[in-house]
């Protein structure tokens, strides 16, 4: 079965600096890849998803990158705020309302 | 648009005690999650309803926990007898061929 790895485990930033997360994963069926930002709390919230037919994808200050071949993608943060201080997750899928599996996720701390 | 609403928010009970708990999905969502949350980690997924039929429950572990979702629409999770290890964040989600919106889940303690 799919298995998502997700590093680090916590990643602290000063504000206005760039956060990356990385994950992998193993079954090359996968074609869709939600990122998720929990806060302390509170449900996990979408946002941002790539599928397997684009490389790159951007909303504002994140961005999301995959690379089928090396099975892995990436959560790109720029101009961090204090408000992305939170839990972020990725997870793979082989379908968008399929079972997503989930990497252990990353805290994110943004230092003032 | 109302988001996915789960009842009750917070349950305490003995070890060998019933529990439910109660998720009502987006308006038209046809596909229902049931996750189960552990501090610090993922959400795992343990039920998969398309509309009333559940299409994976093969992470569901049948002797305790049972799940139900009449009609299409309300879902109620059930486990009997709870054990310490089942404490952990219940988290229903719904989506429409694409994003899985989550409710606000449950979080159980088992004393």
């Known amino acids: 079965g799919e298995n998502v790895e997700q590093h680090p485990s916590t990643l602290s930033v000063q504000e206005g600096d760039s956060a990356v997360i990385k994950c992998t994963y193993s079954d090359s069926a996968s074609n869709y890849f939600p990122w998720y930002k929990q806060e302390l709390g509170k449900r996990p919230q979408l946002i941002i998803d790539?599928?397997?037919n684009v490389g790159e994808k951007k909303d504002q200050r994140i961005a999301v990158t995959l690379n089928k071949t090396a099975k892995h993608f990436s959560l790109h943060i720029t101009e961090t705020q204090p408000e992305d201080s939170a839990v972020y997750f990725c997870a793979a899928s082989k379908r968008s309302n399929y079972q997503l599996i989930w990497g252990a996720g990353t805290k994110l701390i943004i230092k003032p | 648009e109302a988001g996915v609403v789960q009842s009750p928010r917070y349950k305490i009970i003995e070890k060998k005690q019933p529990v439910a708990f109660w998720c009502n999905p987006i308006s038209g969502h046809n596909t229902l999650y049931w996750y189960r949350q552990n501090l610090g980690q993922g959400p795992e997924l343990l039920i998969r309803?398309?509309?009333?039929?559940?299409?994976?429950d093969s992470q569901l572990p049948k002797d305790r926990f049972s799940a139900e979702r009449l009609k299409g629409v309300d879902s109620t999770l059930k486990i009997q007898p709870a054990e310490l290890g089942d404490s952990a964040v219940y988290l229903c989600?719904?989506?429409?061929?694409?994003?899985?919106?989550f409710g606000p889940g449950t979080r159980l303690t088992v004393l």
């Open positions: 790539i599928r397997s």
């Open positions: 309803y398309e509309n009333e039929e559940a299409v994976d």
């Open positions: 989600a719904s989506s429409l061929g694409g994003e899985q919106f």
